[in-house]
Nanobody
């Protein structure tokens, strides 16, 4: 399984950005795709996840109402749309995948993308 994240950069506070994660190598049946973020010196933080089959989503309280996870079945890609960005959203963002059951702990995810950095300037 391979995950390829992209879309990082520099954004002003209040702006928006969309990250992409292209996934290959395995059927998406029963897959759960998640986004995490990490800043230096801190543990990887759960941002949100999607049940690929049903499309249901769960978000961390810190991003609820601002971030949206979606998918494009034809492109085997999951997206993280981030609006109303804040400086505290600055981090390296990772997409991750697991199968058969949902999880919000980074330790429960088997497959990871390489991470993409973006910075929100104040």
């Amino acid at each position: 399984v391979q995950l390829q994240a992209s879309g990082g950069g520099l954004v002003q506070a209040g702006g928006y950005l969309r990250l992409s994660c292209a996934i290959s190598g395995r059927s998406f049946s029963y897959a759960f795709l998640a986004w995490f973020r990490q800043v230096p010196g801190k543990e990887r933080e759960f941002v949100g996840r999607m049940n690929w089959s049903g499309g249901s989503t769960v978000y961390a309280d810190s991003v609820k109402g601002r971030f949206t996870i979606s998918r494009d079945n034809a492109k085997n890609t999951v997206y993280l749309q981030m609006n109303s960005l804040k400086p505290e959203d600055t981090a390296v963002y990772y997409c991750a995948a697991r199968w058969y059951s949902a999880a919000s702990d980074a330790n429960d995810y088997n497959y990871w993308g390489q991470g993409t950095q973006f910075t929100v300037s104040s």
